[in-house]
């Protein structure tokens, strides 16, 4: 099954603690993302990747890194947490560049819900 | 900087009626996205639309796109209580997927 998996889906830390959501696709999917969901402000992107080691920053890219070693994982790193990085976490990818335009739509992982102390 | 504006941000409508659903926003794009979430879960692509004219169709649900009045519209047809849920419009100023910029959402709720 065609599929974005994020873990954990749930997490409560501490503040400082270092910790890591992972992100994996299957579909072979160029484009990949992050996205942060808060009550009455919509979605908004956190980093993104156009190709392997290729990542650039989203809309509040502030107290989070990513990489992309490898074209299916990209992981969203947070180096030391902090309360107000309390959010639904949402990883996503789409097809890339010079595909089938109206395929190439953004396809959403499940969500991972952290809680910072 | 792009703004996305979806209005109204909650609706109460009783199964049977119809509504619509707007989505402003604020820089040149021609590409366009509807997602439906419910409580708790992912979103789901409802439409994709591509060109300023585009008007798409599934069920009760049809979405438009008029890219000069930078205006999308989501409406719906006899509402039921299974098209309760978040709605988000999202404005894709690239074309290819890779920065979505979301509307605030809609919550919709459909009453018998």
Redesign the interface.
Known sequence: EAQVTQNPRYLITVTGKKLTVTCSQNMNHE?M?W?RQDP??????IY?S?NVEVTDK??VPEGYKVSRKEKRNFPLILESPSPNQTSLY?CAS????GRD??A????????SRLTVL | ELK?EQNPLFLSMQEGKNYTIYCNYSTTSD?L?WYRQDPG?????LF?L?SNGAVKQEGRLMASLDTKARLSTLHITAAVHDLSATY?C?VDIY???????????TRLQVTL
């Open positions: 484009y993302s996205y009455g402000l919509g979605l908004r992107q993104y156009m989203g809309d949402f789409s097809l890339g560049p335009s109206g190439n739509v953004l396809t959403f992982g499940a969500g | 996305v590409r996205y879960k992912s979103l789901e692509s994709v591509l988000f999202a074309g290819t997927a890779s920065k979505l910029t979301f509307g605030t959402g």
